[in-house]
C-alpha cells in the first residue's frame, strides 16, 4: 500500500505494524509444569498429563487414575519424588498465572479496570485521612499502590467523561458533548489498542455507550448498560430556560435514606457475579491458548439517588456525618453555578440540613459498599493465584459536589464534582507512592498501552499523555490537565485548565475563573479579578483562545444536538427499536455439557485442581479424577 501523499510514510507503516508481536515487561521465568511434574510419582504423571479426551490412553481407568491406587504411585519410591504441597502450590499458581507451560516468553500483566461512578475524590480518606467514609480496601489500594492524588474528569458528566477516557481526546475532538451523544464506532478506545496488543478486553457494566455500537473495541460485554443507549437525553441549548423531565432533580436528596433495594443495586450485583465468573473461568481456561485479560468492572455506585441497604446505612450509625464547608447563597454564585441550581431544580428548594445529612450518609454507605465490591474483586485476584500477574487500576467518571458550595451532583468544574480517585495498583513493579501532578482520565488510554508493554508509536493523535513514567520514575511529569463541558446545565461550552497550583475557567458568556488551589483549596477567592493575577490571566486566556475556537465548538455542539432532537422525536413514533446493549445467552456452553471437550469441563471441574490424594496441584496437566468432568 502506497502511503498517502497527506502523510508522512512512517505513521502509516506505524499504523499498520504488527502490535501483537511486540515485547512487553521482561518475561518472568515460569516454571514449566512439565518440568514439575517431573518430580511426581510416576504413576500420577500419567494420571494427570495425559491428553487424551477418553482418559484411557494410558491403560488406566479413569476411576483408577482419580484415586491413584492402580497405578503403583507409592510403591517403592523414596519420599523425595512426591510432589511437595509447596511444589503442588507453585504448579497451581503457574496455572493460574497466564503462559506457564506455553513455552511463550511473552507474559503480558492482566490488566483489571474498576470504575465508580461519581465518586468525589477529596471525600475518600486516600486523599484525605479525616474522611469518615469507610473504605478499607480502597486505603489498602492507595498504601501499596500508585496514588495520583490531583486526577480530574475532562468532562464532569457521565457519557462525555467517559467517551474522553475510553478515546484520550477530548469531547469537542469526538463528538462527546452530552449525555447522549454519539460515540462513532472508528473513534479508537484503549478496549481497540489492548486488544491489538494480544488481550482479551471485556467490559462488565457501565461505559453509557450512546449508538448502536455498544462494544467499542471490547470484545466482551458482560452486562447491559444501566442507561439508555438512545438520543433521548440530548440537551437544548435553543431552549435554556426549559428545565428537561429526564435532568436530575432535588427528590433524590430530599427522599435519602436506607431501603431494601434499589434499581442501581440490581445492576451493581449483576456487574459483579458477572466479572467474578469471568474471572474464575478465566483462570480455569486453556493455559496455551488463553490471552491476558482486561477486564473493565464499571459499577453505577456511589451515583444518586442516595439509597443503600441498611447493612452500609447501618456502619454510619453515631457517625459524625460532616456537612460541607461552604455554602453559598444564590445571589452570590458565579453565574454557571446559578444556571446549575435552575437545572436541577435546587434554585427555588433549599436542601435542609436533615436532608443533606441523610443524602452524605446514604452516600458514605454507598462508597462503602463500592469498596466492598473491590475487596471482593482482590480476594477473587487472591484465591485464583492471578494477584501477582494482575495491574489493578482504579479510577471514576466524575465526582459529585455533595452540598459543598451548595450545589449537588457534578456538571461544574468545582473540585468535588471534577476530581476524580485514581489508583494504579501493580506492587510488583511499581514502587507504591503518592503522585500530586494533575493528571486526567484521559491520561489513562496511553497508560494502558504502556502497561501492557504495547506500541506506543502506533497510537493515533490523543489528547492524553501516558503516565507511565509516573510509576516507575520519580522524575516530575506533565501537570496539566484541560477540560471541556456541553452538557445539561450550560448554554455553552465551558473550558477547563488546571496547571501548577492554577485552575482556570472559561466560556463564552460567562466572567472567567481563576483559582490557586495551593493557596485556596475551596476555590473561594476568584483571583481572574485580582490586577495582581492580571498576567497570568492573560496567558490562560491566551492559551484558551488558541487552544479553542469557542464560536465553532459552540455551532458544531449546536447542529449536534438539532440533528439529534430531530431524529429523537421521529424515533419516539411507532416501533421502537433500542440500541441497550443485550448480553449474549451463554448457558448453553456452561457447566457440563455433551458438546464440551472433555478437557475443558475437567478445568473447569474445580480450582486449584487437586491430585489423587486432594492436594492442590497444577491443572495445566491434568485430565484425569476430577469429580464431574465425566458426567458423574
Ligand atoms: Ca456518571
Known amino acids: 500500500m502506497a502511503p498517502s501523499l497527506l502523510l508522512p510514510a512512517k505513521e502509516e507503516s506505524q499504523l499498520f505494524s504488527n502490535p501483537v508481536a511486540k515485547q512487553p515487561f521482561k518475561s518472568r521465568q515460569a516454571d514449566g509444569v512439565a518440568s514439575l511434574d517431573a518430580q511426581a510419582p510416576a504413576g500420577s504423571v500419567h494420571s494427570f498429563t495425559s491428553s487424551s479426551p477418553s482418559g484411557n490412553g494410558n491403560g488406566h481407568s479413569v476411576t483408577g487414575d482419580r484415586y491413584g491406587v492402580s497405578n503403583g504411585a507409592s510403591a517403592g519410591q523414596g519420599k523425595e519424588h512426591y510432589i511437595t504441597t509447596e511444589i503442588l502450590l507453585e504448579q497451581t499458581k503457574n496455572f493460574a498465572s497466564n503462559q506457564a507451560g506455553t513455552g511463550s516468553s511473552k507474559k503480558q500483566p492482566n490488566i483489571l479496570y474498576i470504575m465508580a461512578d461519581q465518586m468525589a475524590a477529596p471525600l475518600l480518606k486516600m486523599n484525605n485521612p479525616d474522611s469518615v467514609i469507610k473504605t478499607p480496601n480502597l486505603d489498602e489500594l492507595a498504601r501499596t499502590g500508585v496514588v495520583f492524588s490531583n486526577a480530574y474528569c475532562n468532562s464532569p458528566l457521565c457519557a462525555p467523561s467517559r467517551f474522553t477516557m475510553c478515546s484520550g481526546q477530548l469531547p469537542s475532538k469526538i463528538g462527546g458533548y452530552d449525555n447522549a451523544s454519539v460515540l462513532n464506532p472508528d473513534v479508537p478506545t484503549y478496549a481497540h489498542y489492548l486488544r491489538r496488543e494480544g488481550y482479551e478486553t471485556v467490559l462488565a457494566g457501565k461505559m ?80 496455551e491458548t488463553r490471552r491476558p485479560f482486561a477486564l473493565t468492572v464499571s459499577l453505577t455506585h456511589p451515583h444518586d439517588p442516595y439509597t443503600m441497604t441498611r447493612e452500609y446505612w447501618d456502619q454510619y450509625e453515631g457517625v459524625d456525618i460532616p456537612l460541607p464547608q461552604v455554602l453559598i447563597d444564590r445571589e452570590d454564585q458565579d ?52 494477584d501477582q500477574d494482575t495491574i489493578i487500576v482504579f479510577s471514576g467518571d466524575h465526582g459529585d459536589m455533595l452540598g459543598e458550595r451548595s ?132 496567558g490562560f486566556e491566551a492559551e484558551a483562545k488558541k487552544k479553542w475556537n469557542f464560536s465553532a465548538i459552540h455551532e458544531d455542539v449546536l447542529v449536534a444536538q438539532r440533528r439529534r432532537q430531530l431524529c429523537w422525536s421521529a424515533l419516539k413514533i411507532g416501533r421502537k427499536e433500542t440500541w441497550d446493549y443485550q448480553p449474549p445467552g451463554i448457558e448453553k456452553d456452561r457447566y457440563i455439557r455433551s458438546h464440551i471437550p472433555l478437557d475443558d469441563l475437567e478445568r473447569r471441574a474445580r480450582f486449584p485442581v487437586v491430585d489423587y490424594l486432594g492436594r492442590e496441584r497444577s491443572a495445566a496437566a491434568s485430565h484425569h479424577g476430577l469429580a464431574g468432568a465425566a458426567g458423574e
Open 335 to 386: 453565574p454557571h453555578s446559578q444556571r446549575l441550581m435552575k437545572a436541577v431544580d435546587l434554585w427555588d428548594n433549599p436542601i435542609p440540613e436533615e436532608a443533606a445529612i441523610r443524602a452524605r450518609r446514604a452516600y458514605f454507605g454507598a462508597c462503602t459498599f463500592v469498596d466492598d465490591q473491590i475487596g471482593k474483586l482482590v480476594k477473587i485476584l487472591k484465591d485464583c493465584y492471578l
Open 208 to 287: 453509557h455507550f450512546i449508538g448502536p455500537d455498544q462494544l467499542h473495541g471490547f470484545e466482551h460485554r458482560l452486562t447491559s448498560d444501566i442507561y439508555p443507549g438512545d438520543l433521548g437525553w440530548t440537551v437544548n441549548w435553543d431552549k435554556p430556560d426549559e428545565r428537561q423531565e429526564w435532568y436530575h432533580n432535588m427528590s433524590s436528596v430530599m427522599q435519602a435514606g436506607p431501603c431494601v433495594r434499589s434499581n442501581q443495586l440490581d445492576y451493581d450485583e449483576d456487574v459483579m457475579y458477572k466479572s467474578s465468573q469471568y474471572l474464575y473461568d478465566w483462570v480455569r481456561s486453556d493455559p
Open 407 to 538: 450545589l449537588w451532583y457534578k456538571m461544574s468544574w468545582f473540585e468535588n464534582s471534577a476530581r476524580v480517585p485514581m489508583i494504579i495498583h501493580y506492587p510488583s513493579k511499581f514502587e507504591p507512592k503518592r503522585v500530586n501532578e494533575s493528571v486526567s482520565t484521559m491520561d489513562l488510554l496511553p497508560t494502558f498501552v504502556d502497561l501492557a508493554g504495547g506500541d506506543r508509536s502506533a497510537i493515533l493523535p490523543v489528547d492524553g499523555v501516558s503516565l507511565y513514567n509516573y510509576l516507575v520514575s520519580d522524575e516530575p511529569g506533565k501537570d496539566e490537565v484541560f477540560g471541556e463541558y456541553m452538557g445539561e446545565g450550560t448554554v455553552t461550552p465551558v473550558y477547563m485548565i488546571r496547571r501548577g497550583p492554577w485552575k482556570y475557567t472559561t466560556s463564552l458568556v460567562d466572567p472567567p475563573q481563576l483559582f490557586n488551589l495551593t493557596e485556596d483549596p475551596r476555590e473561594l477567592v476568584n483571583l481572574a479579578t485580582s490586577p495582581k493575577h492580571a498576567q497570568t490571566l492573560s
